[in-house]
């Protein structure tokens, strides 16, 4: 089964198709997340993402992605690899681990449920204006 990822484009020829939204299967997925966190030391994800927190790779924690943080982006970021350092992991990882692996970052950022995202290590950082790039939000 091939899962379906993000449009690179809105150009078609002919009417423009409806837009059908791309869902992590494993959103939401306690067991899954934390499929994903061991699945990105396993794959050594952390070599270039420092569990999270950003060193050679940009930083997991922070809310915005340079190519989005929406699930259909992350497939394809990991799927298709992007300039200056991602990899390809397209044909090395399975369908449904990435998926898993972008649950599990998708949980680093906040973006899935604290009653199912496993805490993070004492060592990473939690205060967002100290990760480069992220600007600090005042409520």
């Not at 970021?77 to 449904?96: A, C, H, L, Q, V």
Request: charged letters at 15%.
């Amino acid at each position: 089964m091939v899962m379906a990822s993000a449009l690179e484009s809105n150009l078609r020829p002919g009417n423009a198709p409806p837009a059908t939204p791309v869902n992590n299967p494993y959103a939401g997925n306690a067991q899954a997340i934390s499929e994903g966190q061991q699945l990105f030391e396993w794959y050594n994800c952390s070599g270039c993402h420092f569990h999270g927190g950003g060193g050679i790779g940009p930083p997991l924690i922070k809310k915005h992605w340079i190519y989005g943080g929406e699930p259909a982006n992350l497939f394809d970021t990991i799927m298709k690899g992007r300039p200056n350092g991602m990899p390809s992991w397209s044909g090395k990882i399975p369908e449904y681990q990435v998926w898993e692996i972008v649950a599990y970052v998708r949980s680093l950022a906040g973006y899935e449920s604290s009653n199912v995202t496993p805490s993070r290590s004492d060592h990473m950082e939690t205060n967002p204006s100290s990760v480069p790039g992220e600007v600090a939000r005042t409520k």
